[in-house]
């Protein structure tokens, strides 16, 4: 998810269904697909072992770590805010843990395991860019987050003031995560971008 870029509708062209189906239609990108000789195939097949894939065998290490941020920044957003009420040390540590955990896996899947892609449609493109849009975001509002959380809890003791500065940052934190999850979906299940390394330059492994 590299830098933040302004998305324009192309030619303020609408996408209704005769552009969907003439995407639809369009022959799947399978150059980006690894090819496997029929005896790695074959042993692959009979091994149950197998059955579970291995780091390497993704095309991106992108799909194994992105779950973790949008799963600990909604969690340290909600805890943050049942801590305004509470003001309990043990919830201040459980907010800090995940934050900082959550942070740290979205800058990695953001600027590290960000897949690199070719051959988009026009319309794959405007949902990609919308999906870096809120993966930027993120990662600012996570930093912020994450700076905020350590001195309310080291430095401001847990004030209650200081604990609703935090959620007030997480809470844009999780609203950001989840439209940037939001939009990769779409990329993936809608967009078919990813699924066996489809458009995705497999050049640019991580």
């Given at each position: 998810?590299?830098?933040?870029?302004?998305s324009?509708?192309?030619?303020?062209?609408?996408?209704?269904?005769?552009?969907?189906?003439?995407?639809?239609?369009?022959?799947?990108?399978?150059?980006?697909?690894?090819s496997?000789?029929?005896?790695?195939?074959?042993?692959?097949?009979q091994?149950?072992?197998?059955?579970?894939?291995?780091?390497d065998?993704?095309?991106?290490?992108?799909?194994?770590?992105?779950?973790?941020?949008?799963?600990?920044?909604?969690?340290?957003?909600?805890?943050?805010?049942?801590?305004?009420?509470f003001l309990?040390?043990?919830?201040?540590?459980?907010?800090?843990?995940?934050?900082?955990?959550?942070?740290?896996?979205?800058?990695?899947?953001?600027?590290?395991?960000?897949?690199?892609?070719?051959?988009?449609?026009?319309?794959?493109?405007?949902?990609?860019?919308?999906?870096?849009?809120?993966?930027?975001?993120?990662?600012?509002?996570?930093?912020?987050?994450?700076?905020s959380?350590l001195?309310?809890?080291?430095?401001?003791?847990?004030?209650?003031?200081?604990?609703?500065?935090?959620?007030?940052?997480?809470?844009?934190?999780?609203?950001?995560?989840?439209?940037?999850?939001?939009?990769?979906?779409?990329?993936?299940?809608i967009?078919?971008?990813?699924p066996?390394?489809?458009?995705?330059?497999?050049?640019?492994?991580?």
């Amino acid at each position: 998810m590299s830098s933040i870029r302004t998305s324009y509708a192309h030619g303020g062209e609408k996408h209704g269904k005769s552009s969907q189906t003439a995407e639809s239609t369009r022959e799947p990108d399978t150059a980006a697909v690894p090819s496997v000789g029929h005896e790695e195939h074959a042993a692959h097949v009979q091994d149950p072992a197998s059955a579970h894939a291995r780091p390497d065998d993704f095309p991106n290490k992108h799909p194994l770590v992105v779950h973790f941020p949008i799963v600990l920044l909604l969690v340290a957003a909600a805890v943050q805010l049942c801590n305004i009420l509470f003001l309990r040390k043990e919830l201040d540590w459980i907010t800090t843990i995940a934050t900082l955990i959550g942070f740290s896996t979205a800058y990695y899947v953001t600027k590290i395991a960000h897949p690199h892609t070719h051959g988009l449609t026009e319309h794959a493109k405007l949902v990609l860019d919308q999906h870096d849009l809120y993966a930027d975001w993120t990662i600012y509002l996570g930093g912020i987050g994450l700076v905020s959380q350590l001195l309310s809890q080291f430095l401001f003791k847990g004030k209650r003031w200081s604990v609703l500065v935090v959620a007030f940052v997480l809470t844009g934190t999780a609203y950001a995560v989840a439209m940037a999850g939001h939009y990769g979906a779409q990329l993936v299940h809608i967009e078919g971008v990813g699924p066996q390394g489809k458009y995705l330059d497999t050049g640019h492994h991580h």
